[in-house]
């Protein structure tokens, strides 16, 4: 079933400098407990597509087609967790302002802290968290919400080399027993690869999509795992070279 | 604990100790000095007055009662303008932020009014206000005020657009991220605008009791230099210190608690 989908989509900023044409005519659509990465070269609007999507931009032309059941929660690129709450506090944010039973939601969210271990960090400022913990708070004060498709900015751009591979597989492990849909947008071609059932690549700006990748490694092995199998490096080269190639 | 860290320790503590002796030490000097440069007459102590002096003219003021006027008359202006400006200043400044077309539209306003030297409206004020109170705490308002303002909507817009944009994503409206993002985030930088205008309203305090009063540390010390009381000048001049400081300290007690929660 196709969650959201994107239409002709596109995007023109106006500034006093003249206009510039950030995207153009975007087609896509996400399936239900889909994992889809949106990659493209740094400045080409993968994070204006993504904002676009979250409702946070409103599309110069275009539609957003979005079944009832759509939830859509945004996680924006670094962790944004605000360092005047405690953990506890900083999770139940989304409720808090969308006038939702507290209680309730405290409720969940302690569930979802307990089982992603950090239950004993609960009254913790996040400035006391390691990175890849922060990342995870984050992803479970997305997940409070119950939302069935997560936008996922970046989420991993702030973290050092070997957190962000281990963060990969967090994150992935979670929204997989949450069995959420998610949109991930990054610059990292690994990093889509490794974790995505689906890579969407967009070209440089004006974004278009340029090609799309059914990912076909073993789904059961972790984001780490997947990268050592052997036709990794092809999915690589393929959407690198599409990244590089000039715009027709 | 290893030697090396006892020794650390130590080291630490004894210089703690030296600064501390050395402060003391500074105030002594000073003060010992001056007692005895007016007792061997190396300066005149009818210009340069004495401690013992300055203490005797405190006593008096004292029995007469008229410290307690005194030092009431300006505590309750300073209190008064620091509070009124540091409210107001951050409402006009939530309002600003909330309106950019509004702060766009003011801001040459707020840059002219900044630049003025506030003094400069005494005349005015004395006028429109009537010489009173209401003139002395206007006065330290004028001084206060715009730079509150400009500080506070400063630190409100710079709050991360990434955490604005989350509350957003959440269905926030202004006031939601106002209340649950832009003022929590901006409570200290708020802290040190109550540091700086603590400073501020002193001097407009006191700038306000020299235009007009009939009482008030202010008066104090224009009274004493018209009628050439250097003891009254002096004595005023350390009450007022005594005073600022405890004031200061008070708002950086404040910040300290704050700190833990923000």
Redesign the interface.
């Known amino acids: 079933m196709v969650l959201v989908e994107l239409r002709d989509i596109s995007l023109t900023y106006h500034s006093r400098d003249g206009e510039t044409e950030a995207i153009k005519d975007v087609n896509f659509g996400i399936d239900e407990k889909e994992f889809v990465a949106i990659v493209g070269p740094s400045g080409s609007g993968k994070t204006t597509l993504l ?1 676009i999507m ?3 931009i409103a599309p110069s032309g275009g539609d957003i087609i979005k079944t009832e059941a759509a939830k ?7 962790d ?1 967790l ?3 709450r405690s953990i506890a506090k900083n999770v139940l ?2 409720p ?3 006038g939702a039973n507290l209680k309730e939601a405290r409720q969940y969210a302690d569930e979802l802290l307990e089982k992603y271990g950090l239950r004993e960090f609960r009254k913790k400022r996040p400035s006391e968290l390691s990175g890849g913990m922060r990342q995870r708070a984050a992803l479970i004060r997305t997940l409070v ?1 119950k939302p069935n498709l997560m936008l996922l900015d970046e989420p991993f751009s702030a973290l050092d080399f070997q957190t962000r591979l281990y963060v990969c597989d967090d994150v992935l492990r979670i929204i997989k027993a949450e069995e959420k849909t998610a949109v991930l947008v990054t610059h990292d071609i690994n990093e889509a690869v490794s974790m995505a059932d689906r890579v969407i690549v967009l070209s440089s700006r004006p974004a278009t999509v340029k090609s799309v990748y059914s990912i076909g490694l073993d789904k059961n092995l972790t984001p780490l795992k997947r990268r050592e199998l052997k036709n990794f490096p092809t999915y690589f080269k393929n959407i690198w070279m599409d990244m590089e190639a000039p715009n027709e | 604990m290893s030697e090396e860290h006892k020794h650390y320790l130590k080291k630490q503590r004894i210089r703690k100790t030296v600064i501390r002796i050395v402060q003391i030490g500074i105030l002594i000097v000073f003060f010992g000095l001056w007692e005895l440069s007016a007792a061997l007459e190396w300066a005149d102590p009818f210009i340069t007055s004495s401690p013992s002096r300055v203490v005797k003219s405190i006593a008096s003021l004292y029995e007469s009662g008229e410290l307690f006027v005194h030092t009431g008359a300006t505590l309750w202006e300073t209190v008064v303008s620091f509070l009124i400006s540091t409210a107001l200043g951050t409402l006009i400044a939530v309002a600003l932020w909330w309106n950019k077309f509004l702060s766009d539209a003011l801001e040459p306003y707020l840059i002219v009014l900044n630049s003025l030297p506030k003094i400069a409206l005494g005349p005015l004020i004395i006028i429109w206000v009537g010489a009173g109170k209401g003139a002395i705490i206007t006065m330290a308002l004028m001084i206060c005020l715009i730079i509150t303002v400009i500080s506070a909507l400063q630190g409100f817009q710079s709050v991360d657009r990434d955490k604005i944009d989350l509350l957003r994503s959440m269905g926030a409206g202004k006031g939601k991220i106002f209340i649950k993002l832009v003022f929590p985030a901006n409570i200290p930088n708020i802290l040190s605008i109550l540091k700086i205008n603590v400073g501020l309203s002193w001097v407009g305090t006191i700038m306000g009791e020299y235009l007009v009063s009939r009482e008030g540390l202010g008066y104090l010390l224009v009274y004493g230099g018209q009628v050439f009381k250097l003891d009254l000048v002096m004595a005023s001049t350390l009450i007022l210190c005594v005073m600022a400081t405890a004031m200061y300290l008070v708002v950086a007690l404040l910040e300290k608690i704050a700190e833990k929660f923000f």
């Not at chain 1, 859509?72 to 670094?78: D, E, K, L, S, V």
């Open positions: 904002k979250a409702g946070l859509i929660a945004y996680m924006p690129q670094r944004g605000f360092e005047w944010l989304q808090e302002i969308a919400s």
